[in-house]
């Protein structure tokens, strides 16, 4: 069965710190995986998107890694702001329609 | 540039009412999508489109109907809604060409509760 997990369900660290969310899937045979936003009440910002060939990407202060093999992801956030609090969500992609979901990582970053 | 609209943004049904839920994209995006999340859980796939009318289940179907006309629309119908039917619901959209998906956009959900 294809599933994502995402460990820690909560992290709350203080401002400044450089941190790390996981997100580790069963079937390495994906397409591609998704990092995304969600700020409450609101919908889902995407943030990454790693095809299968690559092993990283990165948007500011963020990087996304990808190791297939060991089938893992890791959301690298550099120097933590408090307007990084969300909850960050893993999706990763096995066909045209089918996308998987971790349950998601809720950040805190405290001032 | 909209993306992907939804409505309404909140609704509380009485068991056994119906409604529809709407999205649209002006995206020309070909792929479209309904999810549903539940409290501390990961987005479970309703139905998805993959162009005009052509619609297909996903995960959790039951209790639910979509139609795609257009293009840009994908709403969701609910038919004689049960309080297992509480959830936020998220409409998506994406452009898959080549079996290359170049990402998902969401809309900002409807948030349904049934009393």
């Known amino acids: 069965k294809q599933e994502v997990t995402q460990i820690p369900a909560a992290l709350s660290v203080p401002e400044g710190e450089n941190l790390v969310l996981n997100c580790s899937f069963t079937?390495?045979?994906?397409?591609?995986l998704q990092w995304f936003r969600q700020d409450p009440g609101k919908g889902l910002t995407s943030l990454l998107l790693i095809q299968s060939s690559q092993r990283e990407q990165t948007s500011g202060r963020l990087n996304a890694s990808l190791d297939k093999s060991s089938g893992r992801s890791t959301l690298y956030i550099a120097a933590s702001q408090p307007g990084d609090s969300a909850t960050y969500l893993c999706a990763v992609r096995y066909s045209n329609y089918q996308l998987i979901w971790g349950a998601g990582t809720k950040l805190i970053i405290k001032p | 540039n909209a993306g992907v609209t939804q409505t309404p943004k909140f609704r509380i049904l009485k068991i056994g009412q119906s409604m529809t839920l709407q999205c649209a994209q002006d995206?020309?995006?070909?792929?479209m999508y309904w999810y549903r999340q539940d409290p501390g859980m990961g987005l479970k796939l309703i139905y998805y489109?993959?162009?005009?009318?052509?619609?297909d289940k996903g995960e959790v179907p039951n209790g639910y109907n979509v139609s795609r006309s257009t293009t840009e629309d994908f709403p969701l119908r609910l038919e004689l809604a049960a309080p297992s039917q509480t959830s936020v619901y998220f409409c998506?959209?994406?452009?898959?060409?080549?079996?290359?998906?170049?990402?998902?956009?969401f809309g900002s959900g409807t948030r349904l509760t049934v009393v």
């Open positions: 995206m020309n995006h070909n792929y």
């Open positions: 489109s993959v162009g005009a009318g052509i619609t």
């Open positions: 079937d390495s045979a994906i397409y591609n």
């Open positions: 998506a959209s994406s452009y898959l060409r080549d079996s290359n998906n170049y990402g998902y956009t």
